[in-house]
């Protein structure tokens, strides 16, 4: 099975802790994810982030109908998490998110994915045609979305825009 990485970095206005709170709230990901891909998460709310929690998602990929289902196998508040696919559309799903503080109250997010479709020689033909742009177009759109939410949902207690 060849797993591949993507690693995507973006810097967002606010500390680590100001806007860990956005990502701790699964609903978001709705938020940051591609229309196409009519993406809904179905776990019953309240979802409490922590390690051992399972969220369960359905979405659309190229047109199939895809359940998924996630497990937080890490959870650092204001710092980082690491979700892994316990059963969906890839054979292998392992999703780090890591928030670095910068100068001036910024920070930078990490998002590392190493993932794997399997099928072999298949898989790879796959992952040429299709699934490796796939993958890269849904973190090009979250890293367009992320910061005007952000700007738009300031954690509790923050204060956006120019004091």
């Known amino acids: 099975m060849r797993i591949h990485t993507l690693i995507r970095s973006q810097e967002l206005d606010g500390t ?11 609903r978001n990901l709705e938020m940051i994810t591609p229309p196409l891909l009519r993406f809904r998460v179905i776990t019953p709310e309240p979802i409490t982030m922590q390690v051992g929690t399972l969220i369960q998602y359905r979405l659309r990929i190229r047109g199939v ?8 196998q890490e959870w650092e508040p204001g710092r980082r998490f690491v979700d892994t696919q ?16 910068l100068d001036g109250g910024r920070t930078l997010m990490t998002d590392t994915v190493r993932y794997s479709i399997g099928f072999g020689a298949l898989g790879e033909v796959a992952h040429r045609a299709f699934v490796d742009r796939d993958v890269a177009t849904i973190f090009d759109f979250r890293q367009e979305a992320i910061a005007p939410l952000l700007a738009a949902h300031p954690a509790p207690g923050v204060v956006s825009g120019d004091a």
Not at 16 to 26: L, R, S
């Open 16 to 26: 680590p802790e100001e806007v860990f709170p956005f990502f701790a709230d699964a």
């Open 65 to 72: 109908p895809v359940s998924w289902k996630t497990l937080i």
């Open 86 to 101: 316990i059963s969906g559309p890839y054979a292998l799903w392992h999703h780090t998110h890591e928030f670095d503080p």
